[in-house]
């Protein structure tokens, strides 16, 4: 029987973690709500402009786009948790207290997640229509991010907005990549790992210290998993920067005549984004943050470079089929990408 993690659990956890977001009057929230919704609007028409993906985007334009406190982001990821493990974590295969201390940490993981995330597409969302996918905004962190920053209101939306309105035209013009990612990460939970090796978890907690240090080091986690997982691992985030990458590239490429403050922007939140003290670099690592982090800075140097070598729509190729992917090797070696994707016969 289908079981997945303990949704409740895992929402009652997370809506404890989750602070408090940033005052704000009736007045203005009203104004918050209604202004995002309005600029998601518009992003569609500049992606579908900028990326040659017009009928995705047209397609993608119906997408359901909500605005959400702290607590509402926290029941959004753990519904996406939930749709991934429910056909995975069965009651044959996990016992009810591995899945109470499972549904525990991603509650709190989700609870992290809460302070930062300004918004994310959910492709596996299923709307009551049977519309797939849905953009989520989390109100209160755009509005303290938008504060920090000093940032026009008008022009700071439309940017976020442009970012999740790329991810949902990447999804409608991919409609075989849910099924994939699914795939994938199926195999990831059900790849033959190691029985529980201790040398390796050693190693592991030996390297926790290094998270409260200024050093690259690999997560800890990373190196409980087995070959098989460390290469299912590698494919995902593979695509996970790509879409990453492309979608910070599109948010950009509007230009100063859309978000007339891009110029000064972009650079302010960049600042903002290393700016943080050594526990929440801590915290950051271990909930992955800093790895998503990292997706944008690669993902985005593999996207700039097949653009201006194949341009919008030769890149396009990427949401074509699962093998026009980049391997994790060629995210590394971009010219590698780009040769083969010039000698498909499309």
């Given at each position: 029987m289908s079981a997945g993690?303990?949704?409740?659990?895992?929402?009652?956890?997370?809506?404890?973690?989750?602070?408090?977001?940033?005052?704000?009057?009736?007045?203005?929230?009203?104004?918050?709500?209604?202004?995002?919704?309005?600029?998601?609007?518009?992003?569609?028409?500049y992606?579908?402009?900028i990326t040659d993906l017009e009928?995705?985007?047209?397609?993608?334009?119906?997408?359901?786009?909500?605005?959400?406190?702290?607590?509402?982001?926290?029941?959004?990821?753990?519904?996406?948790?939930?749709?991934?493990?429910?056909?995975i974590w069965t009651d044959e295969d996990m016992s009810w207290l591995a899945r109470q201390i499972a549904s525990g940490q991603i509650g709190g993981l989700t609870g992290v997640l809460a302070y930062r995330v300004l918004g994310h597409y959910d492709p596996f969302h299923v709307g009551p229509a049977g519309q797939p996918g849905r953009i989520v905004l989390t109100a209160p962190n755009i509005l303290r991010f938008e504060r920090e920053l000093d940032a026009d209101p008008t022009d700071f939306h439309l940017w976020v907005a442009l970012h999740e309105a790329t991810h949902a035209v990447q999804f409608a013009a991919a409609p075989w990549l849910v099924g994939w990612m699914r795939g994938r990460f199926a195999a990831l939970i059900?790849?033959?790992?190691?029985?529980?090796?201790?040398?390796?978890?050693?190693?592991a907690v030996k390297k926790l210290p290094e998270l409260f240090a200024d050093q690259g080091s690999p997560l800890p986690a990373a190196q409980l998993l087995s070959p098989e997982q460390s290469r299912l691992l590698a494919q995902l985030a593979a695509a996970m920067s790509v879409l990453e990458g492309h979608a910070d590239v599109i948010m950009d490429a509007v230009g100063p005549k859309i978000v007339k403050t891009l110029e000064q922007l972009r650079p302010r939140f960049e600042a903002r984004r290393v700016a943080r003290g050594r526990f929440e670099r801590a915290v950051r690592r271990l909930a992955g943050i800093e790895?998503?982090?990292?997706?944008?800075?690669q993902g985005a140097a593999f996207v700039r470079a097949g653009l201006a070598a194949l341009g919008h729509e030769g890149f396009n190729a990427v949401f074509e089929a699962p093998s026009n992917l980049p391997t994790a090797a060629e995210m590394d070696d971009p010219p590698a990408w780009i040769e083969r994707i010039r000698g498909l016969d499309r």
């Open positions: 993690i303990n949704s409740g659990l895992a929402r009652r956890v997370g809506g404890l973690v989750a602070r408090p977001g940033p005052a704000v009057s009736h007045a203005e929230g009203i104004h918050l709500v209604a202004d995002l919704r309005h600029q998601v609007g518009k992003a569609f028409g992606v579908s402009e009928q995705a985007a047209a397609q993608a334009a119906s997408t359901q786009t909500v605005v959400v406190d702290r607590r509402g982001l926290v029941r959004s990821l753990i519904a996406t948790v939930q749709s991934l493990t429910a056909p059900d790849a033959d790992a190691e029985p529980a090796n201790p040398k390796r978890a050693l190693a790895a998503k982090t990292a997706q944008y800075v």
